[in-house]
């Protein structure tokens, strides 16, 4: 299995602009979690999807921030308009079974910079 | 709401031993887990306790009392490459939903 893919890898683009990150998640796995980690908040939980509804969106920080889920295979997470405060590495993660356990699996991570 | 407690550094020596210690404050309480992150490097599982106990792989096990809501991650035999970030993290049952919340991360630095 390939993991978690997630794209760009990296991104620097200016204030103001749309930008869309891109996950897919782990074949089978039916959880799917979006965080950003900064040096000052950590890892913050902003969304996570189960069976490709949204279930949480309370760490969602602001209403430029959207996330969608429109198959088992696909999510993305849209800032628009960006802002400098935005720029952190955003993760994907899935899980499976999350009853049973709290395993999850992250990609390697979108690293946002927004001058 | 939930909280997680971890020191932000610590350092040992190589072939050492090192415990990290996690206090949580948490509702619905699922269980706890510890997760490594590499610098530049994605966070990766690497225990998880949903009992009380002892849970061992290799040279890392991971304790829990529910009872006092409290874990630790412990790691023998320290190795240069145990120079991570560990998070602790539990897993939480609101009405409908089930979040998995990190704690902020204990840096450990290992000295040859």
């Known amino acids: 299995d390939a993991g978690v893919i997630q794209s760009p890898r990296h991104e620097v683009t200016e204030m103001g602009q749309e930008v869309t990150l891109r996950c897919k998640p782990i074949s089978g796995h039916d959880y799917l979690f979006w965080y950003r980690q900064t040096m000052m908040r950590g890892l913050e939980l902003l969304i996570y999807?189960?069976?490709?509804?949204?279930?949480?969106d309370s760490g969602m920080p602001e209403d430029r921030f959207s996330a969608k889920m429109p198959n088992a295979s696909f999510s993305t997470l849209k800032i628009q308009p960006s802002e400098p405060r935005d720029s952190a590495v955003y993760f994907c993660a899935s899980g499976a079974g999350i009853y049973s356990g709290n395993t999850i699996y992250f990609g390697e991570g979108s690293w946002l910079t927004v001058v | 709401g939930q909280s997680l407690e971890q020191p932000s550094e610590v350092t040992a020596v190589e072939g050492a031993i090192v415990q990290i210690n996690c206090t949580y404050q948490t509702s619905g309480f699922y269980g706890l887990s510890w997760y490594q992150q590499h610098d530049g490097g994605a966070p990766t599982f690497l225990s998880y306790?949903?009992?009380?106990g002892l849970e061992e792989t290799g040279r890392f096990s991971s304790f829990l009392s529910r009872s006092d809501s409290y874990g630790y991650l412990l790691l023998q035999e320290l190795q240069m490459k145990d120079s991570a970030s560990y998070f602790c993290?539990?897993?939480?049952?609101?009405?409908?939903?089930?979040?998995?919340?990190f704690g902020s991360g204990t840096r450990l630095s290992i000295r040859p």
């Open positions: 999807f189960n069976n490709n509804v949204p279930i949480d």
């Open positions: 306790n949903a009992l009380d």
């Open positions: 993290a539990v897993r939480r049952r609101d009405s409908s939903a089930s979040k998995i919340i």
